[in-house]
């Protein structure tokens, strides 16, 4: 038993730590387009203080970022969660998302926290279940819920066959389309030749 209870700490203990290190990369790298949006949006709104501005969107999109991604991994990375269950890494996903909204929300005015924490949430499990089923893995939610999903999907995953079927029916129509553009061009080469033998056989219709 306390073999068992060690290892289960040092895994919990792993699956804190070890995601640190990435999530303060990722953060990083949320943070230098939330320090370009801000540049952006400070000169559309006209803010006084553009440098501010673009400074708090940076710290904004850093905080929100890391967060997102140190929870996510955290909550794969324990043995209770498994990155190759696709319902694990809804769940991981939409906590994760939680979590980002609720700290992205405390940078704007009151009672953002919860409607933040709400909204990236929902957005966070839904874009991943849509990237379950694009990746042709099991959403692992119910049959009604991935219809509805699937359905907001513009993508799916198609056979050798249907790729081929598709390229096919393209090739036609372009084929089509490039038949009836040589079809006008000829019309107008016999127009351009019939306008210019006119043009020889009445050379001058002076006027008098």
């Known amino acids: 038993m306390p073999e068992v209870e060690v290892k289960s700490r040092s895994s919990?203990?792993?699956?804190?730590l070890e995601p640190l290190l990435p999530s303060l990369g990722v953060g990083t790298a949320t943070g230098v387009l939330g320090v370009a949006?801000?540049?952006?949006?400070?000169?559309?709104?006209?803010?006084?203080r553009p440098l501010l501005y673009s400074s708090v969107s940076g710290v904004q999109?850093?905080?929100?970022?890391?967060t997102y991604f140190y929870c996510r991994s955290a909550l794969l990375a324990h043995p209770a969660l498994t990155a190759e269950n696709g319902l694990h890494r809804v769940v991981a996903s939409g906590v994760g998302g939680s979590c980002a909204g609720a700290?992205?929300?405390?940078f704007l005015p009151k009672g953002a926290i919860r409607s933040g924490g709400i909204l990236f949430g929902v957005l966070a499990a839904i874009t991943q279940a849509g990237l379950n089923f694009a990746q042709g893995s099991s959403i692992g939610l119910p049959s009604s819920l991935q219809q509805g999903i699937a359905s907001l999907i513009p993508m799916k995953s198609l056979s050798d066959k249907e790729y081929e079927d598709l390229l096919l029916n393209k090739l036609i129509k372009i084929e089509a389309e490039i038949s009836i553009l040589d079809d006008?061009?000829?019309?107008?080469r016999a127009a351009s030749k019939q306008q210019a033998s006119t043009s020889i056989e009445h050379p001058h219709d002076s006027t008098k």
């Open 12 to 16: 919990a203990e792993r699956a804190l």
């Open 37 to 48: 949006y801000g540049t952006v949006a400070g000169i559309l709104v006209s803010t006084p």
């Open 61 to 66: 999109w850093f905080c929100a970022g890391s």
């Open 103 to 106: 700290v992205a929300g405390a």
């Open 184 to 188: 006008q061009i000829s019309n107008l």
